[in-house]
């Protein structure tokens, strides 16, 4: 597995904790947790949006394309091949 899709599904992971304990039920764990209970949870809300934005981009990143070897005929022999893109 490539390692941008292994950063992409950790930040994707991430980002939907954070998502998570932003809801009501988590409400009260939330409010023991002395850093997070002191941001709004607007704030950490917007982070795990863009943290799986980020994340999702990391997933979608460039495939990379193979290059195509072609056989090259002379008469009905196979003499090289040539690399297409």
């Keep these: ?3 941008k ?4 599904y950790i930040l994707v992971a991430i980002g939907f904790i954070l998502l998570i304990i932003t809801s009501s039920p988590f409400q ?7 850093f997070l209970s002191q941001q709004p949870t607007m704030y950490l809300m917007i982070a795990g949006a863009v943290v ?11 495939q990379q ?3 195509r070897e ?3 005929f002379k008469g009905k022999d196979v003499v090289g091949y040539r690399v297409t893109k």
Excluded: C, D, R, S
């Design 52 to 62: 799986i934005i980020v994340g999702v981009f990391f997933l979608m990143g460039k």
């Design 28 to 34: 009260t764990y939330l409010a023991q947790v002395p």
């Design 70 to 72: 072609v056989p090259i």
């Design 65 to 67: 394309k193979k290059e």
């Design 1 to 3: 597995m490539n390692t």
């Design 5 to 8: 899709k292994v950063i992409g």
